[in-house]
């Protein structure tokens, strides 16, 4: 069956970084789209991130200089660095992957906290 497994949420004070990492399994990683949502509590879900099998990488505006999407084909891992974390990046945090448009999957979300 196909996973996606998020990890490398957690707390940390505005101006911090953390990485988050998805790991896939039960998908042909390599061909597929991926890509990083979050919802803040109170809001929509929205795109963060997406980085193309051939590595082409697009973001929100939101996030744009502070936050940086990569993928491991390898290691069937896409990474969501984040730095110079604010509080309004507050959410959590879902990977999905996406291919054409009868197939897409979604990971169950990590908690990201910016408080001081």
């Known amino acids: 069956q196909v996973q996606l497994v998020e990890s490398g949420g957690g707390l940390v004070q505005p101006g911090g970084s953390l990485r988050l990492s998805c790991a896939a399994s039960?998908?042909?990683?390599?061909?597929?789209?991926m890509a990083w949502y979050r919802q803040a509590p109170g809001k929509q879900r929205e795109l963060v991130a997406a980085?193309?099998?051939?590595?082409?990488?697009n973001y929100a505006d939101s996030v744009k200089g502070r936050f940086t999407i990569s993928r491991d084909n390898a290691k069937n891992t896409v990474y969501l660095q984040m730095n110079s974390l604010k509080p309004e990046d507050t959410a959590v945090y879902y990977c999905?992957?996406?291919?054409?448009?009868?197939?897409?999957?979604w990971g169950q979300g990590t908690q990201v906290t910016v408080s001081s």
């Open positions: 999905k992957a996406v291919r054409g448009l009868h197939y897409d999957y």
């Open positions: 039960g998908i042909t990683f390599s061909i597929y789209t």
């Open positions: 980085i193309t099998s051939g590595s082409s990488s």
